[in-house]
């Protein structure tokens, strides 16, 4: 079955400090992949995705990711965090059908520190 | 203008009791989505309809249905409702079936006491 794995349940970085929140993937098939971003009290809104092709996509908001199938990873980037980038990330991988399906992971929250 | 909006923002209600929830989206789009996100944030699907037409129903209770009066809504009416129905409940639309990305919603929190 297919399935999405955030390892870090939160995650806490000073602000201007580099960031990586890692995501696995479990999908026969290549995914498609998707980086979701959600503010407090808000809906979510897309960062990224991953379809095929170059395995570096980049984002909104300076965010970039890195396709990697050997390892069945797609971890989101960012070289500078800015302290309105706290907020809950989600991994998702749409299945196949078209039917726009996500799965998503179990979320990490960011925490910024001053 | 708002691309997708629910209401209410917020529904308190007793156990068993019957709420709905509504949604509409002014973007065109064929696909609407009803996620639910429970207290710990995981987000699961639970319906999906493309042109009013209903193409995925994951395994929630029959006390929950979705329906689509147009392109435009996409409700969610929920009967009898239990304590552990409490959760924030996101719509979300898609282009077509070809175009991938998803618009959320603001969600509508649901508490029931």
């Known amino acids: 079955a297919q399935s999405v794995t955030q390892p870090d349940i939160h995650i806490t970085v000073s602000e201007g400090a580099s960031l990586e929140l890692r995501c696995n993937y479990s999908y026969g098939a290549t995914p498609y992949l998707f980086w979701y971003v959600q503010s407090p009290g808000q809906g979510l809104q897309l960062l990224l995705k991953?379809?095929?092709?170059?395995?570096l996509v980049q984002g909104i908001k300076g965010f970039e990711a890195e396709f990697k199938r050997s390892q069945s990873s797609f971890n989101l980037r960012k070289p500078s965090v800015h302290w309105s980038d706290a907020a809950e990330y989600f991994c998702a991988v749409e299945t196949s059908g078209n039917t726009g399906k996500l799965i998503f992971g179990q979320g990490t929250t960011l925490q910024v520190k001053p | 203008d708002t691309a997708v909006s629910q209401t209410p923002k917020y529904l308190v209600t007793q156990m068993g009791n019957d709420k709905s929830i509504k949604c509409e989206q002014n973007l065109g789009h064929d696909t609407m989505y009803w996620y639910k996100q429970d207290s710990k944030k995981f987000l699961k699907i639970m319906f999906s309809y493309n042109n009013k037409e209903l193409i995925i129903n994951e395994t929630v209770p029959n006390r929950f249905s979705p329906k689509s009066p147009d392109k435009a809504h996409l409700n969610l009416h929920i009967n009898s409702l239990e304590l552990g129905d409490s959760a924030v409940y996101f719509c979300a639309t898609r282009r077509s079936r070809t175009d991938n990305e998803q618009f959320f919603g603001p969600g509508t929190r649901l508490t029931v006491l």
């Open positions: 991953y379809f095929s092709g170059d395995t």
